[in-house]
């Protein structure tokens, strides 16, 4: 069974850094692309980042671009997305999401980020 | 930045009636276009993706269609687990989604 667990999120103040860890499980790890995508709170769907299988290749979306990187650690199949220069409109949930075919196919249930003073 | 625009953005219907959703994009996006439907607080599902293949376990009463800039979501037999909010996604260009319509009872 795929499963992806987001952790990391919490209340930061503005301008300061937060990483967020999405541990996998249940496919193939190295194969795999996987995104992060943002959502709101009562808001639609932001992606924010992804980064193919073998880490070679990484993107953002340019509202993140050079504030955000994503990484991922094959040893812990675990991904993580590095949130720099943190601002009031980053807060959010974030999902990883599981890339098959093309599309978000898995969910994680999501990581909370508020940014606020 | 390819923008998706959803309508309506609020649709009321009854159990065991028939939804349809549109999703319009600002320029052509082939055939990758995508539907996720999301329930109140829970992840988002893909239900739709490539116009009108189902993703694995969605039921027959999911259907999508559309080419080019203009695509649709049809529920036929409105059960109450559909009432939900779905949103279209392309991914022709980068990633962008549409805001959302809204299906309530």
């Known amino acids: 069974e795929v499963q992806l667990v987001e952790s990391g999120g919490g209340l930061v103040q503005p301008g300061e850094s937060l990483r967020l860890s999405c541990a996998a499980s249940?496919?193939?790890?190295?194969?795999?692309?996987v995104n992060w995508v943002r959502q709101a709170p009562g808001k639609g769907l932001e992606w924010v980042s992804a980064?193919?299988?073998?880490?070679?290749?990484?993107y953002y979306a340019d509202s993140v671009k050079g504030r955000f990187s994503i990484s991922r650690d094959s040893s812990k199949s675990t991904i993580y997305l590095q949130m720099n220069s943190l601002r009031v409109d980053d807060t959010a949930i974030y999902y990883c999401?599981?890339?098959?075919?093309?599309?978000?196919?898995?969910w994680g249930q999501g990581s909370l980020v508020t940014v606020s003073t | 930045e390819i923008l998706l625009r959803q309508s309506p953005a609020t649709l009321s219907l009854s159990p065991g009636g028939r939804a349809t959703l549109s999703c319009r994009a600002s320029?052509?996006?082939?055939?990758?276009l995508a539907w996720y439907q999301q329930k109140p607080g829970q992840a988002p599902r893909l239900l739709i993706h490539?116009?009108?293949t189902r993703a694995t376990g969605v039921p027959a009463r999911f259907s999508g269609g559309g080419s080019g800039t203009d695509f649709t979501l049809s529920i036929s037999g409105l059960e109450p687990e559909d009432f939900a909010i779905y949103f279209c996604?392309?991914?022709?260009?980068?990633?962008?989604f549409g805001l959302g319509t809204r299906l309530e009872i």
């Open positions: 999401t599981k890339d098959q075919g093309g599309y978000d196919y898995y």
């Open positions: 249940g496919f193939s790890f190295t194969n795999t692309v």
């Open positions: 980064i193919s299988g073998s880490a070679a290749s990484t």
């Open positions: 320029q052509s996006v082939g055939t990758y």
């Open positions: 490539d116009v009108s």
């Open positions: 996604q392309q991914r022709y260009d980068s990633i962008t």
